[in-house]
Nanobody, 122 residues
Framework: QERLVDTGGGLVQAGGSLRLSCAAS????????MAWFRQAPGKEREFVAA????????LYADSVKGRFTVSRGDAANTAFLHMNFLEPGDTAVYYC???????????????WGQGTQVTVSS
């Protein structure tokens, strides 16, 4: 069974940056979609960003457009979420996920990481 391990969270001041990593246990094929979701305390899990691995097609939530970028690593099994100009409202547990459809719907993704905490102080 595939595993996803997401790391890179931490505490950062507003306006700062973080880079999250998602390492898959196996190769990520070109047809796969890698995505990031987040969940703040007391809130529903929400979509952040996604990328079709081979074509590089991306999808972003309006709330992060222009600030966050999803990318591939040099390794064939690692995805990144680059987060700039962070705001206190970005505080959440961030999860990477893998699916086959470029979608903002969490049910489209079948594999999930364990989550990494991002805290943005004002």
């Amino acid at each position: 069974q595939e595993r996803l391990v997401d790391t890179g969270g931490g505490l950062v001041q507003a306006g700062g940056s973080l880079r999250l990593s998602c390492a898959a246990s196996g190769r990520i094929f070109s047809s796969a979609v890698m995505a990031w979701f987040r969940q703040a305390p007391g809130k529903e899990r929400e979509f952040v960003a996604a990328m079709r691995w081979g074509a590089g097609q991306t999808l972003y939530a309006d709330s992060v457009k222009g600030r966050f970028t999803v990318s591939r690593g040099d390794a064939a099994n690692t995805a990144f979420l680059h987060m700039n100009f962070l705001e206190p409202g970005d505080t959440a547990v961030y999860y990477c996920a893998r699916g086959v459809n470029l979608s903002s719907t969490s049910s489209q993704y079948r594999s999930w990481g364990q989550g990494t905490q991002v805290t943005v102080s004002s």
